[in-house]
């Protein structure tokens, strides 16, 4: 296991949910995830454990957030006001440093960052160097 991802998205975003969800399982993260979310990335064939909402009792996902249990949240907003579930799952997650993604193409470029960072070791680089940029050995233009 190499984390656990917490996904629970709106109805219309699922496809793209499946897709974040395929790349971080090959990851090794364990995915969780509520129970419309977990449904739709059982049927692309990626194991994903049902996780209670906040209304339907302990343990729920904050209880997960909160003993340390989620290494990355990607949760859509639904919903208006401050109760929403979502609401309360993004502020459990930020207020310990868990990273909480809110779009799904976020989800996707973060699960792609993860990857590419698992590919290999980082390369420290000039902004020069990334955008093809010599120096040149001439002389600064006077300004008159």
Known sequence: NQGRAFITV???DKPAAT?????????GFQIIATRGTARAIRKMGIPAETITKIGEGSPHVVD??????????INTP???????????IRSAAIARGIPCITTMAGGMAAARA??????????VLSLQEIHGIRRASRKPTEVA
Do not use: K
């Open 10 to 12: 709106a109805d219309g």
């Open 114 to 123: 993860i990857a590419a960072a698992r590919r290999s070791e980082p390369e």
């Open 19 to 27: 897709g974040v969800a395929t790349i971080l399982h090959d990851l």
């Open 64 to 73: 997960w957030i909160e003993r340390g249990e989620v290494d990355i949240v």
């Open 78 to 88: 639904i919903g208006t006001g401050a109760r929403t579930d979502g609401y309360e």
